[in-house]
């Protein structure tokens, strides 16, 4: 009962202090504004005008998507990988027999996504679990600023995907097919808001919901959630990096009866020369934000964290060699 309500109040806790460090943001901007008047008078302004650099170093952290896209004419592969439970909450064995989750893969996703523009993304992926065919889009519609005139970046999210895994739920009362096909169809959105508070430390609020055309008796289509994480720079390639995502509603919040958790994840990030390879440990066992959400049944506290990494690699479709290059501070 004291990691339920530990779990149950630390979200509460994670989106109140990113919500009162937002609004510090806010309320620095009428200082800003005197420092402005310095700058003008040292040299040019153009410089504390720009967008702040990259708050994180690829499109997501461990399981919430930040609001980094990729530049036009850009595409990043990203593999991630999901291992088994360490403990023994997933499939009663052991951690001696399954070698704490390596012997399994509860999950693995190929993706690939394109620049179309500097705020536009979209995406393709096929994960395993589920046989899931994902379709996503990523559009970025503010920048924070250098001056803190705009003190946040905020961009919009969504994904569709479609299972073509042999499901005996999705035919027990004989539908149609026409109905048979639509109910492997789910969706997700989500308002992702994210803050650079220094060269070390960004942070990210992520509201979002994702629907289901076909879930169990006691479940329901809609499900809301919240989401918070964050990135502290170690060094200029290693960052601790971690996300939390709370679900709302009676069937999958904290201490529900029907077994649903939510998924928590902690990891570190190293960046290699145009790679970036990240190491997390996460409860979650499946990688979209369809599944991941809604259909996390493990727990850390008895042994259901899982470990996984990702590997991302961005390429050049056609090099601009005349675009500056952003500045990381």
């Known amino acids: 009962m004291l990691q339920f309500y530990l779990l149950k109040n630390s979200s509460r806790y994670f989106i109140h202090l990113f919500l009162v460090c937002l609004l510090s943001g806010w309320s620095t901007t009428a200082f800003a504004q005197d420092d402005l ?7 040019d302004s153009s410089t504390y005008k720009r967008p702040v650099g990259a708050a994180f170093k690829t499109i997501k952290i461990i399981n919430l998507q930040t609001a980094e896209l990729l530049g036009k004419q850009l595409m990043d592969v990203r593999i991630t990988h999901r291992f088994g439970a360490i403990g023994t909450s997933s499939n009663g064995k052991s951690s001696y027999h399954n070698i704490w989750g390596f012997d399994e893969s509860s999950d693995i996703r ?8 500097d ?17 996503s889009g990523k559009y970025r519609f503010l920048r924070q600023r250098r001056n803190n005139s705009i003190p946040f970046t905020a961009a919009l999210f969504a994904n ?11 035919i027990y009362d004989n539908p ?29 609020l992520v509201p979002g919901m994702v629907y289901h055309n076909f879930v ?20 200029n390639s290693m960052s601790f990096i971690g996300d939390y995502v709370f679900n ?17 994840g902690l990891g570190v990030e190293f960046e290699t020369g145009g790679h970036v390879f990240s190491l997390m440990f996460t409860n979650a066992s499946v990688i979209t934000e369809t599944e991941y959400i809604t259909d996390t049944v493990d727990t850390w506290s008895k042994g259901g964290m899982r470990f996984s990494f990702t590997i991302s690699r961005a390429f050049h479709l056609k090099k601009d060699k005349d675009k500056p290059k952003e500045s990381q501070e």
């Open 248 to 264: 709302f509603g009676d069937v999958r919040g904290i201490g529900n009866k029907y077994g649903f958790y939510n998924p928590l």
């Open 37 to 43: 008047l310095k700058m003008l008078q040292q040299g």
């Open 119 to 135: 705020n536009l993304n979209v995406g393709f992926a096929r994960s395993k679990n589920h046989e899931n065919w994902e379709l």
């Open 110 to 117: 190929i993706g690939f996504d394109f620049g179309i523009s």
């Open 216 to 235: 169990e008796g006691f479940e329901d289509n809609l499900a809301l959630s919240c989401g918070v994480g964050g990135k502290f720079r170690i060094t």
């Open 160 to 170: 569709v995907t479609f299972s073509s895994k042999e499901d005996p739920r999705l």
């Open 176 to 204: 149609p097919p026409s109905e048979e096909f639509s109910r492997r169809f789910a969706y997700s959105s989500q308002l992702i808001l994210q803050r650079k508070f220094s060269k070390r430390l960004s942070m990210e």
